[in-house]
């Protein structure tokens, strides 16, 4: 994602027939955050720019190109066929000329890094990486955004992060998509719950509790489904919520049983304050996958945490048996 460049640098670039063309960074930049926005004066504000001053700088882009970039619709603005061919390399300008500029200025070329990740990467992994990214590269700058699968294919797909880390699948033909480790999903209740004891459930015996399940577009539930796709009309679904740690919450105080990732348990389940219940009639594997647009100028930063991530995980079968990093 294209970070705020503080000079105003002017591009020359010749092309067929020995046209000259002129435009400055700081015009793409109004122009990526407009097509990201929508709106001229959402954009301003992002850039802290006047918004006559956003205006301005998109008026005289497509002035001085001839062409029109985006389609008009009221204060809407959406990005035309051009427009579409331009962004990602208007983008990927903007990232290399972030890595000059950190260079210029003493740096070893870490700038800035924008990662998406689904809720039970977010909480359980990303945060502990990115601690332990920073911690090799402290001039660097990470922001971290949590949302669910749909969410962050979304947010990569329009530029506005740099790298998902996502735990649902991802069919985006702009999108590309390498996996990173296998995760499984596990049934689990309360310890006074009456399949605590045996420790196992038979499907028809799924299809008697009452459930707490992650919200539909998560990663979570789109794999529950899949496995409970020919029963998903024979359940009672209580409640749904967007947060792992409610849905724990929720089954420790015995309103039903719910099924999350493995990772999201193991603390619990050493304690003791929730049980697994094995599930030999669901196959509840899926795996955690890095997605990145397939235009996306791959940054030093963005590299070096790939990496990072790839080697935390090397030779391990599955999430849960991931040694995490200490951070001092």
Request: overall charge negative; proline content about 2%.
């Amino acid at each position: 994602m294209a970070a705020t460049i503080s000079v105003n640098w002017i591009i020359k670039i010749r092309v067929i027939g020995y046209i000259d063309m002129r435009f400055t960074l700081r015009q793409l930049q109004v122009f990526v955050a407009v097509a990201q926005q929508e709106s001229v004066s959402r954009a301003a504000g992002l850039l802290a720019l006047s918004q006559s001053a956003a205006s301005t700088s998109i008026t005289e882009l497509e002035r001085q190109s001839s062409c029109q970039l985006f389609d008009r619709a009221g204060k809407r603005l959406s990005l035309n066929a051009l427009g579409h061919q331009l962004l990602p390399q208007a983008v990927a300008l903007l990232d290399q000329a972030k890595e000059i500029e950190d260079l210029l200025n003493g740096k070893s070329g870490f700038g800035s890094l924008a990662v998406g990740a689904t809720l039970t990467i977010g909480n359980y992994l990303a945060t502990l990486l990115i601690g332990s990214f920073m911690q090799q590269h402290p001039e660097s700058q990470v922001k971290l955004h949590v949302q669910n699968t749909a969410h962050i294919v979304h947010q990569v797909a329009h530029y506005e992060i740099d790298l998902g880390l996502i735990e649902g699948d991802c069919s985006h033909p702009d999108i590309e998509v390498q996996t990173w480790v296998e995760d499984e999903l596990v049934v689990f209740c309360a310890p006074q719950h009456h399949l605590a004891k045996r420790g196992m459930a038979s499907m028809d015996e799924l299809t008697h509790e009452a459930w707490i399940l992650r919200e539909q577009g998560s990663g979570t539930r789109l794999t529950f489904d899949q496995a409970m796709r020919h029963h998903r009309s024979a359940l009672n679904i209580r409640l749904e919520l967007e947060h792992t740690e409610a849905i724990k919450r929720a089954v420790e105080s015995g309103l039903g049983i719910g099924c999350i990732s493995r990772l999201a348990l193991r603390d619990a389940f050493r304690r003791g304050s929730l049980v697994p219940v094995e599930t030999p009639d669901l196959d509840l594997a899926r795996q955690f996958y890095f997605i990145w647009h397939k235009q996306k100028y791959q940054t030093s930063a963005m590299r070096e945490f790939l990496e990072l991530c790839r080697a935390f995980t090397a030779g391990v079968q599955r999430s849960d048996e991931i040694v995490l990093p200490s951070i001092a």
